[in-house]
């Protein structure tokens, strides 16, 4: 058993942390933000209903790979059959979800505010034992760079989701409404998290020894370094406007509001 | 304008020790490592407190200012209210000594065990030459001071004096990213990374980037960079495939020590 800052030999202080700052409003709001999202997400994804609204297909469900996807939600063909008897979201949203569950911002952001190891700088946390990410199942979060394969492909279909949301409620082209600004919006959040990912910028350059022998990798190392910088808010921004961009689906299908259009 | 600062400093050694109380009087402009040598000259001659360039470059007077580590020459009275007690600690990672100064030597300890800089052999001419964006990729690691700050907020020794052994921290993580990113060095470190440094231990919390003195972003350039090339050669089947077959006979190889 360790005992940490009360361990012989170290300056002994009797309070648990002199810290006069208030350093549990991060991990509350964390944990508040996280807490709303899993609960939030976990509905939607299970019910396996209200995900496609002419011409909006929630990025819960996308792509809708399964039979029992509803009509016209399914714009990638529908390989995986009839045999899946569970809702279609669950089909693909294991690889975001472990794109974000292994995302290094997240797992600071989790470690503090659900495992509070630690909970804040300086701040004891209450764990006795301590291995890191050395043992299973926390060894595997060195598997993130697969997710982010991964990510870009579901990235690749949002986008054409994004593209499909400039058709109106019969199909015809060259048309807006709210629900293509959220898609929008939505999209480009996505992208600047995806590619600001830690392991992207590993794997565009960042590996290299030399970056003088790469320059167009080593541009890209540059670009990619430029979103890493940001790379937790646009994890809160992606996690938002993904929400948000399924709640707008939800509201229309289940004609709880009319999509503004615009043209 | 002076005013009357209150302040408590942990005085004592490894067998025990407690808060002390003082009022000191500061001036406008002073910074905590000001009030603690008034402290000393005044009230309390004994009070041992290592410093040495009060310009935030030696490393030498790391502390607890109000539990949060700091350089006390850099942590100015200004950041606090004038009526606010400021509580000043030791380091409380590392055994203490006396009063504010703490015995460092688990750091220089982990130093030794960083094989050092091996570089291919010389130019023709006599010279090793680095392109310029390869010079730069390195500098901010070599901002780093030495004050242990990283050292003394990572919860991966702090909370566990027991990782000790298998733990060297961050400090020695950016070490280690600083040499493997080096293009003319000859070592491939990634194993003693993962097997003697115990970089599998952290889970990028990010303190130690918080707390640097020198605004080195210790987590997302040196810890993660690193955590990831101990990926490339442990975890990853397709680089480890791609070495293989695209590695052999490459002169540019390093050697795994």
């Not at chain 2, 007077?61 to 942590?75: D, H, I, K, Y």
Request: aromatic residues 12%.
């Amino acid at each position: 058993m360790s005992t940490g800052v009360s361990s012989p030999g170290r300056a002994q202080v009797r309070e648990k942390t002199l810290r006069q700052d208030n350093w549990w409003v991060y991990p509350l709001l964390t944990f508040l933000g996280f807490t709303a999202f899993v609960v939030y997400s976990t509905w939607r994804a299970f019910s396996g209903d209200n995900y496609y609204s002419t011409p909006y297909l929630s990025p819960f469900y996308s792509p809708c790979l399964a039979t029992a996807c509803v009509d016209g939600s399914s714009d990638l063909g529908q390989p995986v059959g009839d045999w899946w008897r569970l809702s279609p979201a669950l089909i693909i949203l294991v690889f975001p979800l472990g794109f974000r569950l292994t995302c290094y911002y997240y797992r600071k952001a989790y470690y503090r505010s659900f495992w509070l190891s630690p909970p804040a700088c300086a701040v004891a946390e209450p764990h006795g034992k301590y291995t890191g990410e050395t043992r299973l199942p926390l060894i595997l979060q060195n598997i993130h760079r697969y997710f982010w394969v991964a990510a870009v492909l579901v990235g690749a279909v949002l986008t054409f989701d994004t593209i499909l949301a400039f058709r109106n409620e019969d199909g015809e082209w060259g048309h807006m409404g709210l629900g293509t600004l959220i898609f929008l919006a939505n999209i480009i959040f996505i992208w600047l998290y995806t590619l600001g990912c830690h392991s992207c910028r590993h794997i565009v350059g960042g590996r290299l020894r030399h970056f003088s022998k790469h320059p167009v990798r080593y541009k890209m190392w540059g670009f990619v370094s430029k979103l890493n910088a940001k790379h937790g808010t646009y994890a809160w921004l992606s996690l938002f406007s993904v929400a948000i961009a399924d709640l707008y689906v939800y509201l229309l299908a289940t004609d709880t509001i009319n999509d503004l259009r615009f043209f | 304008m002076g005013y009357d600062l209150k302040m408590r400093i942990w005085r004592g050694d490894a067998d025990g020790g407690d808060l002390g109380d003082f009022t000191v009087a500061v001036e406008e402009g002073e910074v905590v490592l000001d009030a603690i040598h008034r402290i000393q000259a005044t009230q309390a001659g004994d009070l041992a407190v290592r410093w040495n360039c009060k310009a935030g470059k030696c490393g030498s007077c790391s502390a607890e200012v109000n539990g949060r580590p700091r350089l006390m020459c850099m942590t100015r009275l200004s950041d606090f209210e004038e009526s606010e007690t400021i509580t000043v600690t030791p380091v409380r990672t590392f055994p203490v000594i006396r009063d504010l100064v703490t015995d460092v030597s688990y750091n220089y300890e982990k130093a030794k065990q960083v094989p050092a800089f091996a570089p291919t052999p010389r130019d023709p001419d006599g010279k090793r030459r680095m392109m310029q964006e390869d010079v730069e990729r390195g500098q901010e690691f070599r901002k780093c001071i030495e004050c242990f700050l990283c050292q003394d907020v990572c919860h991966v020794i702090r909370d566990h004096e027991d990782n000790k052994p298998a733990f060297a921290g961050p400090r020695f993580f950016l070490r280690y990213a600083e040499l493997d990113m080096h293009p003319l060095d000859t070592n491939d470190r990634r194993k003693l990374a993962q097997e003697a440094a115990g970089i599998g231990m952290c889970n990028i919390t990010k303190c130690c980037t918080e707390v640097c003195p020198e605004n080195i972003h210790i987590t997302d350039n040196a810890i993660i960079p690193m955590k990831e090339r101990v990926a490339d050669r442990k975890y990853d089947p397709v680089v480890w495939l791609g070495s293989k077959i695209f590695r052999r006979g490459d002169p540019a190889a390093r050697t795994e020590v």
